[in-house]
């Protein structure tokens, strides 16, 4: 399986690659992207990946880019645009009337860490340091936004950003389930306006409701709360796909786990994240085309 997956990211790459502007050099970006996506696919840190013995006969080249080399082209504005174009390049196909998902998983690190980037926030039923994986999916498990950031910033806050762009990937016209923390009048009128339904329960269910609230959340109050409607508690059921797409995508071989230590620096984690996500988009593509 590791074989046919890894053919599946090269092809990826090199059709993202495919009228891709660089400058001249001894290594090009798409040699850096997938010598970081081999990095990346078997946990090891990219000075692993940058040794020849560790692949395999079939995919050994003359040479590989060194570790400085990696280091400083991984922060180039060149290599950068060539991941974003794999990202964009990725399939993604969507019923037209899946609904969208959006939730957070955070990545915690170990409190004695030295990270000037990490911050303390709420994890999963406790406060932890580290980060966090923003991300909005749809029922087939694409991923149409996702972002990382300190753990202490709010997801309501990051919502903001990437609802516009899931609206965007996805089309509008669609459902967006979220859970308590994304009960906002905000983040109702926002979805509205790029042509998305959010319903998200409230926060605080038996408090009274103002005389002031955005019609999108009179909308889901109305289909949630008791007795609610049909469809309303589909739709909260439907909610769970979110859930078991983060505990697949933390509990495959080459999925994203906890961060290894050589993975600091928000530079660094969110080029981590962004890689294992991408292997996970071309995993799952894999299965349903083996499915069907």
Known sequence: MERELWTDVVAAVRRAAVGHRQRQRKFDDETIVLTFLWAVLHDRPVLWATDRRNWPFYLRVRSR??????????????????????????????????ALMIDAKPLPVGGYTTDQDARTGRACGCFAWGYKLYLIIDENGGVHAWNVLSMNVAEQRVAEDLIPIAARSAGAGRWLLGDRAYDSNRLYTIAEACGLKLLAPRLRPKERIGPVQSPGRRRAIQMLERPGTPLGHALRDRRDTVERYLGTLSCVGGGLGPLPGFVRGLHRVRLWVGGKLIIHSLRLHRKRSLAA
């Open 65 to 98: 880019p060194s570790a400085s080399t990696m280091s400083r082209r991984l922060r180039s504005s060149s290599t950068l645009t060539l991941l974003g174009r794999v990202w964009r390049a990725l399939p993604r196909p969507i019923r037209p009337n899946a």
